[in-house]
């Protein structure tokens, strides 16, 4: 059996990775745990960084770019948007 | 026309601008409730088709005579005004989740989601979610995330955000309404009791300009009087009973920057309501308006 990847979404409340959670979303590409919408109301980090001190790593956030000319007050979907992983390698034997 | 004191007030009208919705407790008496869902049991109340004025709906139903309750018949007119028009209804009939699984099916819940489409829109549609009998914790009552009804996205894009800080999940008595703008983000959730959960939601569009409609018995100019901002006495104990300090009251999943054009968003709304280009809050605008004169010394 090859390896399965977890993900975890966070959105935070700035582009740092220090600041906090407001949202997120969670996949289990092991089947061990399904996850859904509305399934919890604590974040499972206070920030971003706290994830990487659990361990998991960044693949992906989402880039700084300028509101567009007559779009500036706008709100739209949350910005910033990071992605981790954990990758999890089949248990030997 | 409702009775004006069936209005609603001023202070009102602020919570549904910045919060976009607003919750009504067994508005509904229980015999209405329990009459509606014996109809219910024999099929749906009956469609009709876009467009109808709303009071040609529901005919002869339980439903018809709980649109006419003065409290009720008095939010929709305060938010869409005394002739709207019905847009469509959903009936959300949602079983337990075993009867789904023992069929060996797998259970999810809704993701979040905004109704229709884009929709830039000052004006806005009214949803009315009726819930005719008790919704206890583990029954999947509706989740909605305060504050979101302005952002601009497309209907199932915001899918991803399985849970945002601050977001609800109905818990609620018999003959409960929730009166939503048409924008709030929200979804169905899993039943995890046995018995059936009913919800029904009504939308309704708007025939006459937003302007005014409620109660403005209560509205003084000195709620657009300028106030000192980023006064800690202000910020960290704001008043709920204050216009301004409605408007720009942060929900808990504000982000720091957009937070802010939130504040904007909801004084834009507040001021197409007044039909009062002038009105601010805490000078958000004022500050970005402010664009002087050109005065040459010759």
């Not at chain 2, 023992?102 to 009315?128: E, K, W």
């Not at chain 2, 901002?229 to 960290?236: C, E, Y």
Request: glycine share 6%.
């Amino acid at each position: 059996m090859t390896g399965r990847q977890k993900v975890l979404i966070l959105f935070l409340t700035d582009s740092s990775l220090e600041s906090a959670v407001v949202a997120w979303a969670q996949y289990d590409g092991t089947g061990e745990r399904t996850h859904m919408s509305g399934d919890a109301d604590e974040p499972p980090y206070a920030t971003g960084l706290d994830a990487l001190l659990d361990g998991w790593r960044l693949f992906q956030f989402a880039p700084l770019r300028p509101e567009p000319p007559g779009g500036e007050f706008t709100t739209s979907y949350l910005k910033y948007e990071f992605a981790f992983e954990k990758w999890i390698e089949p248990e030997a034997g | 026309m409702a009775p004006r004191d069936q209005l609603l007030t001023t202070l009102e009208m602020a919570r549904f601008v910045a919060r976009g919705f607003l919750r009504f407790d067994a508005l509904v008496p229980e015999a209405l409730n329990e009459r509606f869902m014996a109809e219910v049991q024999e099929g749906p109340p009956p469609f009709a088709p876009a467009g109808t004025p709303l009071s040609e709906c529901y005919a002869g139903t339980a439903m018809a005579e709980i649109l006419r309750l003065p409290r009720l018949a008095g939010i929709i007119e305060s938010l869409v005004g005394p002739n709207p028009r019905f847009d469509h209804q959903g009936i959300h009939f949602n079983p337990p989740a075993k009867v789904f699984e023992d069929m060996g099916y797998p259970v999810f819940a809704q993701h979040t989601h905004q109704d229709s489409t884009i929709d830039p829109r000052t004006a806005f549609d009214l949803q009315i979610m009726y819930f005719p009998h008790e919704v206890e914790p583990d029954m999947a009552g509706t989740r909605f995330i305060p504050g979101t009804h302005l952002r601009v996205v497309s209907e199932m894009a915001c899918a991803r955000y399985q849970n945002v800080v601050g977001q609800q999940k109905l818990v609620c008595p018999g003959g409960t309404i929730l009166a939503l703008h048409h924008g709030i983000w929200h979804g169905g959730a899993v039943n995890r009791t046995d018995r059936t959960r009913f919800m029904l939601k009504v939308r309704l569009n708007p025939t006459v300009r937003q302007c005014r409609l409620w109660n403005t018995d209560d509205l003084t100019p000195e709620m657009a009087d300028p106030q000192p901002i980023f006064d800690p006495s202000r910020m960290f104990a704001p008043d709920p009973n204050d216009v301004q300090s409605i408007l720009c009251k942060a929900e808990p999943w504000f982000e720091q920057d957009t937070g802010r054009l939130e504040f904007v968003n909801r004084i834009r709304l507040w001021r197409h309501l007044l039909g009062d280009d002038d009105f601010d809050a805490h000078h958000w605008l004022t500050r970005l308006e402010n664009v002087p004169p050109d005065v040459r010394h010759l």
